[in-house]
C-alpha cells in the first residue's frame, strides 16, 4: 500500500546550500529507503527550469521538460506522495529551497557565462549547500552540471560529479567531452534509481570524461555508455551517477543524481519530432523519475516509477486466461487513422510548439477561395477562451499509430505559421471578457463556431470568403476586442443574419450493407442467436468503425459512435436485415466512447455523444441524416490532455440526467469518478470515485433487478484485483468530487488519500468470466420480455475483453456494513461478439439485445468493430434464474425442471478463492484459508435436494463464507416433456458472498 503521506518534489534549474560537513558515507547496501521513512514525513519535489537558451526547438526545452517531468510525477504510482512545485529560472518565493526535499534542475551551464546558470548567480549555491546539509536531494540534469572549478569540492559533496569546463587543455580548456551519439546505454543494476530501467539506446548529447570524487564511498555509477576518446577510439564513460553520504556522523542523509544526456525533449515526452524521429524512450523516462523519487528520501517502487500511460497499461501473467497485449501484439502499431477523412473540424487537446496544450481545441481546414487551392489552411481556436490560438498550412493533423491511434493525442500536421500567446483574451472595456462556447454549425461549405462572449452572440466563419475565416458580431459587440494577431473581428451593421442552409449534404448518399442471420446457439439450447450486420469496413471516407456507441430512435432508427470521432445513423435494424443504411451523421468528435438517444415528452429523440471534453446534442435541421448543429450540452468536464484518460458510457435515468465514467487523472475534478449531468445540461456533479479505468455503466429502469440504480464496472489493474461490479444509488451526487460518499478503491484516485476503507463491489468477475469490462442492460419486463421468462428484468453484463455477454443474478442484502446486493455472473452459453461489446440497446418495442463493440487492447475482438443482435428464439430457457445464498448452502433456480441427476451432491463443484488488492497490476486467485497460497480452496456439497417442482436445488455447503469469489460448477439435464427431450443445463456461476443470512429451512420455508 502507499503510504498516505503527501510528497513535495521541486524541480528547479539551479541554486545551493551551505557547505557541507565531512561526515561519513551511506552503506550502498542501505540504498533504498524503508517503507516506513517514507511515511514518517511527507516530501516536496521542486522543479526549476532555466530561462529558454539559443537552442533549436526540441533541444534544451528547459520549461517544457520540467512541466512533463511535473505531470507524469503527479499521476505516477508514487504521485499521491508527492507534492510539486515547479519555478522557471528561480523560485520567487523565498522559502521554496527550506521545504523543498528534492531539487531538480535544468538550466544553461556557466562556461559562456556564469549568471546563465542559475545557481551560480548571488548566493544560490550557498542555498544549495543548507538544503544538502539538512538532507535535501539534488539532481541536475544535462547542460546544468557545468560547474566550475572553484567549487570542486563542494560540488562532489552536493551532486557527487561536474563537466569539467575549465581544467583542461581541451577545446575552450576543457578536462571534459561532448559527443552526439545513438549507444546502447548500459545499467548498474541494483540501485534504486535504476529499478525498472533496462539498457536501451538513446540518441542524445553525452557528456564525458567528467571530474568526479576521488573517495568513491557512497557513490555509485548509474548508466554508462561507449563514447569516443579524443585518439578516436571509445571507452565506455560514465554519464549517470549517484550519490548518497551521512552529512555528519549521525546526521541526516544527502542524496544526489547527475545525468549528462538530456538534450531533446522527444526522449522524455515525445514532443517536437520530426520526420523519422523516434518518439520518448521510457527508460529514459523512468530513469529521470526514479531519480527525483530517490533523491527526495522515498522508496522507489518495485518495477520503477511508472507513469500514468503505464499504470493503465496491462503486463503478461502467466496465470491469464486470455493474455493480456503487449507491444509485441502485431496489432499494436496500425496507421490507418492517418489515411482518414476526418471532415472539416476535430475537436481534441492539441500542444503548441512550446509545449503549452490547448485542452479544449477544435482544428479546422478553411475552405479554399478556389477549387484545388494549395496547400490546404487550418487552424486551432481554443473553446475556452473563443481564441484562434495557431494556423499551418499543409497536412491536417498527425495522428499517433500506437495503439489504433487512440492512446495518443494527435499533432498539427506542419508547422504553425503563427502562434498568439496563452494571454491572448477576449477584452471588453479593457477588461478580459467572459466567453462561453456555444455550438458549431456544419455544412457542405461552411463550419462556424458560436460563442456568447460579454453577453453577445459572436461567431467565428471558415467559409473560404476573404481571407477564409474572421469573427462576426452584431452592433451590440462595438465595445468588445478580438485578441491581436489573430483573426479579425467584424462588426455587422444588423443582428448576426442565420448563415445560408446548404442543401447539399457533405457526405452524400448511404453505404448499403445487410445482415446475416445466426443460427440458434447449441450451447445455450438453442435459446439464442446472434445475428451479425455487415459493417462498411470499405468505405469513401477510409473511416475506421471501432464502434463505441449506441441508442435508438423510437422508430427503431440507430445511432452509433465509433472511436475515433463519428457518429453514423444506421437505418434497417429490424426484422430480417436484408438491406441497411449507414450515413455518416457527424464527425470531428474528441474520442466519443459514449452516445445515448434521449425521447422527450413529446416523443421526439435527441442524440447525445460523449466525447473527452464535453456531451454535445446532435440536431439535424434538415433531416437529411447530416447533423447541422453540434450544441455543447455541458462543457464542464475538467482534462489535462493526457493520453488514456477517457469519458466512457452515457446512460440517462428516469428523469432525464445523464451519468458516465471518467478516468484520467487524479489531480482533475473528475478523474476515476462517476459523473452526472442534471437534465438541463446547467450542472456537472460527482456520485462516486476511486475508479480507475471504468467502461462499464448502466442504469436500471423501474420493475427491473436493481431498480433505480447505476451500476458501473471497473477494469482490473493497480488496487483493482479482478473486474468489480458496483452497485451505486445516484442520489448521492454530490458538486464537489472531495465531498462523494461512494469510494471504489483505486488509488491513486482524484480526492481520496488512501486506500483504507472503501466500498466493496456487489460482484467481482474473475478472468475467466471478463478480463476487461464493458456496459450493463437490463431484459426489458413486461409483455415485451415475455420470451425472456422469468429472466425478465435480469441484468445482462457485456464484457469487453471476452466479447462475450453474462446473466448477472443479484440478491438485495439488507444487512449493516455490506453493499445493496450480492450476485452471480454467468457467461450465456455459446454466445461470442466479434469485437470487444461495450455497449448494448434493446430495440424498440422488442426484447432483441443489440450490441456495439470495438478492438482495443486487452480483448479476443476479431475485427475492428462490431454490430450484432442477441435474439431470443423459440427454444426454451435452460439457465440458472434467481440464487438465494444462505449460512449453510446456496439454493439455485432455474428456468426449466431438471433432472434427478441434479439431487447428487457429486455432480456439483464448488471453489473459492480471494484477491489481494495492492499496488501490482491484478492479483493472483488466492486460497481463502491461506491468502499468501496462490489456488483454489474447495467447498464440498454435503448434500444437493431438489425442489417438489424440479426447479430449484439447494446445496449445503458446510465450509460457506463470506469471500470475494466463489464458483458453482455442474452439467445437469433438463428433464424431457411432450416438447423436448432431456438437454443439457450446463451451469457456470462465479459469484461473491458479502452477507450468507440465516439457514434454510427447506422448500416452502421462509
Same mark, same amino acid.
Given at each position: ?49 532555466? !530561462? ?62 556564469? !549568471? ?891
Amino acid at each position: 500500500m502507499f503510504a498516505s503521506a503527501a510528497l513535495s518534489v521541486l524541480l528547479v534549474a539551479v541554486p545551493a546550500p551551505p557547505p557541507f560537513g565531512d561526515g561519513g558515507s551511506v552503506d550502498p547496501s542501505v540504498a533504498r529507503a524503508s517503507a516506513a521513512e517514507a511515511a514518517v514525513a511527507p516530501r516536496t519535489v521542486l522543479l526549476i527550469a532555466g !530561462k529558454d537558451d539559443s537552442h533549436p526547438a526540441g533541444t534544451h526545452e528547459y520549461e517544457a521538460t520540467v512541466t512533463a517531468l511535473a505531470d507524469y510525477l503527479k499521476d505516477s504510482n508514487v504521485g499521491e506522495r508527492l507534492k510539486i512545485e515547479t519555478a522557471v529560472g528561480w523560485p520567487e518565493d523565498p522559502t521554496a529551497l527550506g521545504r523543498a526535499d528534492c531539487v531538480f534542475l535544468y538550466s544553461a551551464g556557466g562556461d559562456r557565462n556564469e !549568471k546563465d546558470h542559475p545557481l551560480l548567480v548571488g548566493d544560490r549555491w550557498t542555498q544549495l549547500e543548507t538544503a544538502a546539509a539538512r538532507g535535501c536531494g539534488v539532481v541536475l540534469l544535462h547542460w546544468s552540471t557545468f560547474l566550475p572549478d572553484r567549487l570542486d569540492a563542494s560540488a562532489m559533496k552536493v551532486v557527487g560529479g561536474r563537466f569539467d569546463y575549465q581544467g583542461g587543455d581541451g577545446k575552450n580548456g576543457w578536462e571534459s567531452r561532448i559527443n552526439f551519439a545513438e549507444p546502447t546505454v548500459d545499467v548498474t543494476a541494483g540501485h534504486p534509481v535504476t529499478e525498472g530501467v533496462e539498457p536501451h539506446k538513446l540518441h542524445d548529447e553525452f557528456y564525458h570524461h567528467l571530474a568526479f570524487p576521488m573517495a568513491k564511498a557512497g557513490w555509485t555509477p548509474l548508466l554508462s555508455a561507449p563514447l569516443p576518446n579524443d585518439d578516436g577510439t571509445k571507452a565506455e564513460q560514465t554519464v549517470a551517477w549517484a550519490l548518497e553520504r551521512a552529512v555528519n556522523a549521525g546526521g541526516p542523509t544527502h542524496r544526489a543524481v547527475g545525468f549528462t544526456g538530456g538534450h531533446f525533449e522527444k526522449n522524455l515526452s515525445g514532443a517536437g519530432q520530426g520526420e523519422g524521429e523516434e518518439g520518448a524512450e521510457p527508460n529514459h523516462r523512468r530513469f529521470l523519475l526514479n531519480a527525483i523519487v530517490w533523491t527526495a528520501g522515498l522508496e522507489v517502487p518495485a518495477g520503477g516509477v511508472r507513469t500514468f500511460d503505464e499504470l493503465w497499461t496491462p503486463v503478461s501473467r502467466s496465470d491469464a486466461k486470455l493474455p493480456y497485449e503487449t507491444e509485441g501484439e502485431p496489432d499494436w502499431i496500425d496507421d490507418r487513422i492517418r489515411r482518414t477523412d476526418p471532415g472539416p473540424f476535430s475537436f481534441s487537446s492539441l500542444t503548441l510548439p512550446d509545449g503549452e496544450k490547448i485542452l479544449k481545441g477544435v482544428a479546422i481546414t478553411v475552405p479554399a477561395a478556389e477549387p484545388g487551392a494549395d496547400p490546404e489552411r487550418h487552424l486551432c481556436v481554443d473553446t475556452l477562451t473563443g481564441v484562434a490560438r495557431c494556423g499551418w498550412r499543409g497536412p491536417f493533423l498527425d495522428h499517433s499509430d500506437r495503439r489504433y491511434g487512440l492512446i495518443d493525442l494527435p499533432k498539427f500536421g506542419a508547422s504553425c505559421d503563427w502562434v498568439l500567446p496563452n494571454s491572448a483574451r477576449w477584452t471588453v472595456g479593457g477588461e478580459v471578457a467572459d466567453v462561453r462556447y456555444d455550438a458549431l454549425t456544419a455544412d457542405a461549405s461552411h463550419v462556424t463556431l458560436h460563442f456568447t462572449i460579454a453577453g453577445e452572440p459572436v461567431r467565428f466563419v471558415a467559409d473560404g470568403a476573404g481571407f477564409g475565416y474572421r469573427f462576426e458580431v452584431g452592433p451590440g459587440g462595438e465595445n468588445l476586442k478580438a485578441p491581436a494577431g489573430g483573426p479579425r473581428l467584424r462588426i455587422l451593421d444588423d443582428a448576426l443574419p442565420p448563415l445560408p442552409a446548404d442543401p447539399n449534404p457533405r457526405w452524400n448518399g448511404p453505404l448499403v450493407t445487410a445482415g446475416e442471420l445466426g443460427e440458434p446457439i447449441e450451447e445455450a439450447g438453442g435459446a439464442f442467436a446472434v445475428d451479425t450486420v455487415e459493417l462498411p469496413f470499405t468505405n469513401p471516407h477510409e473511416a475506421l468503425l471501432y464502434l463505441s456507441g449506441l441508442g435508438f430512435a423510437p422508430d427503431g432508427t440507430a445511432y452509433v459512435a465509433a472511436a475515433h470521432g463519428d457518429v453514423w445513423q444506421v437505418k434497417g435494424l429490424g426484422g430480417d436485415l436484408s438491406r441497411i443504411e449507414w450515413r455518416r451523421f457527424a464527425t470531428g468528435f474528441y474520442q466519443p466512447l459514449g452516445l445515448t438517444v434521449r425521447i422527450t415528452p413529446e416523443g421526439e429523440a435527441e442524440v447525445f455523444a460523449l466525447g473527452r471534453d464535453r456531451i454535445t446534442r446532435l440536431i439535424d435541421v434538415n433531416d437529411d441524416g447530416e447533423a447541422d448543429v453540434y450544441e455543447s450540452f455541458n462543457a464542464d468536464l475538467d482534462i489535462l490532455g493526457q493520453p488514456h484518460a477517457y469519458a466512457m458510457g452515457l446512460e440517462t435515468d428516469e428523469a432525464g440526467n445523464f451519468y458516465f465514467l471518467k478516468s484520467g487523472s487524479a489531480q482533475t475534478k473528475q478523474g476515476g469518478c462517476l459523473v452526472q449531468v442534471t437534465a438541463d445540461g446547467s450542472r456537472m456533479n460527482v456520485v462516486a470515485t476511486g475508479f480507475r479505468h471504468p467502461n462499464g455503466l448502466g442504469f436500471c429502469p423501474d420493475g427491473c433487478s436493481v431498480a433505480g440504480l447505476l451500476t458501473a464496472a471497473d477494469n482490473e489493474g493497480n488496487w483493482v484485483p479482478a473486474t468489480p461490479l458496483h452497485l451505486i444509488d445516484p442520489g448521492v451526487a454530490v458538486s464537489d468530487a472531495e465531498a462523494a460518499e461512494y469510494y471504489a478503491g483505486f488509488v491513486p484516485t482524484a480526492h481520496r488519500e488512501a486506500a483504507i476503507a472503501f466500498d466493496p463491489p456487489a460482484l467481482w468477475l474473475p478472468r475467466a468470466v471478463c478480463t476487461s469490462a464493458g456496459g450493463q442492460c437490463w431484459v426489458p419486463c413486461g409483455e415485451r420480455g415475455e420470451s425472456w421468462g422469468e429472466l425478465a428484468g435480469s441484468m445482462l453484463h457485456l464484457s469487453f475483453g471476452r466479447c462475450t455477454a453474462n446473466l448477472v443474478l443479484t440478491e438485495a442484502l439488507h444487512a449493516s456494513g455490506v453493499p445493496r446486493a450480492q450476485g452471480v455472473a454467468m457467461p450465456l452459453p455459446g454466445v461470442q461478439f466479434l469485437a470487444g461489446v461495450c455497449r448494448g440497446r434493446f430495440f424498440p418495442g422488442t426484447a432483441d439485445l443489440w450490441v456495439c463493440g470495438l478492438d482495443g487492447w486487452q480483448t479476443a475482438a476479431v475485427q475492428d468493430g462490431c454490430l450484432q443482435r442477441l435474439r431470443r428464439t423459440e427454444a426454451p430457457l435452460r439457465l440458472p434464474t434467481a440464487v438465494r445464498t444462505y449460512r449453510d448452502g446456496l439454493e439455485l433456480r432455474f428456468a426449466t425442471e431438471l433432472t434427478d441427476a441434479a439431487a447428487d451432491p457429486a455432480a456439483w463443484q464448488v471453489e473459492a478463492w480471494t484477491y489481494l488488492r495492492s499496488a501490482d497490476y491484478g492479483s493472483d486467485e488466492l486460497r481463502p484459508s491461506d491468502p499468501e497460497t496462490e489456488g483454489h480452496d474447495l467447498w464440498p456439497v454435503a448434500e444437493a435436494t431438489l425442489s417438489p417442482d424440479g426447479r430449484s436445488v439447494f446445496l449445503s455447503i458446510p465450509r460457506l463464507e463470506p469471500v470475494m469469489q466463489y464458483s458453482v460448477t455442474a452439467d445437469l439435464a433438463a428433464a424431457p416433456d411432450e416438447h423436448a427431450d432431456a438437454a443439457p443445463v450446463p451451469v457456470r456461476l462465479f459469484g461473491t458472498i458479502h452477507h450468507a443470512g440465516e439457514r434454510w429451512l427447506g422448500w416452502g420455508e421462509d
